[in-house]
């Protein structure tokens, strides 16, 4: 069986002709790339190649992604509370199985959302567990 590590070991190997020592145990595996004086002076190049602008441009590409993958995020958790509303209002008596079945997310995602909606006030539960109702008390707008 070869492993990532395993794989960039070898094209190490190939690519610089410096040695890669592998050292391996139960919980745990070592790679030792070897260099030589022509290879520190490349990395050195290499290095003061990279500048500024690449950097900055690398930030600001992180930057953009990270806000995009939060707004999806909260636009998921946002779609996601609105359906559970919706089926509240449309049945009072639905269960959290019947609101993972028909969202399609898992019973504990349902559970942390209704959690959520609680705190803001914006459902109860009247009654018991298994017998109770749910009453929409404000519908949330986007």
Same mark, same amino acid.
């Given at each position: 069986m070869m492993f990532f590590g395993t794989v960039k070991g070898c094209d190490w190997k190939n690519e610089t002709g410096n040695d890669v020592f592998f050292e391996m145990t139960v919980d745990k595996t !070592?790679? +030792?790339f070897m260099l030589n004086e022509e290879t520190d002076k490349k990395t050195e190049k290499t290095d003061k190649k990279t500048d500024k602008k690449s950097? #900055? !441009? +690398? #930030? !600001?590409?992180a930057e953009k992604t990270i806000e995009k993958t939060i707004e999806k995020t909260i636009e998921k958790i946002s779609k996601t509370a609105e359906k559970i509303l919706s089926l509240m209002a449309e049945n009072e008596f639905? +269960? +959290?199985t019947?609101?993972?079945e028909n969202i399609g997310v898992s019973v504990a995602a349902i559970n942390q959302q209704i959690a959520k909606l609680k705190k803001q006030n914006l459902i109860r539960r009247e009654g018991a567990? !298994?017998?109770g109702k749910w009453v929409v008390i404000n519908k949330k707008k986007k």
């Open positions: !070592k790679f +030792t950097i #900055e !441009k +690398t #930030e !600001k590409t639905i +269960t +959290t019947q609101l993972s567990d !298994k017998g």
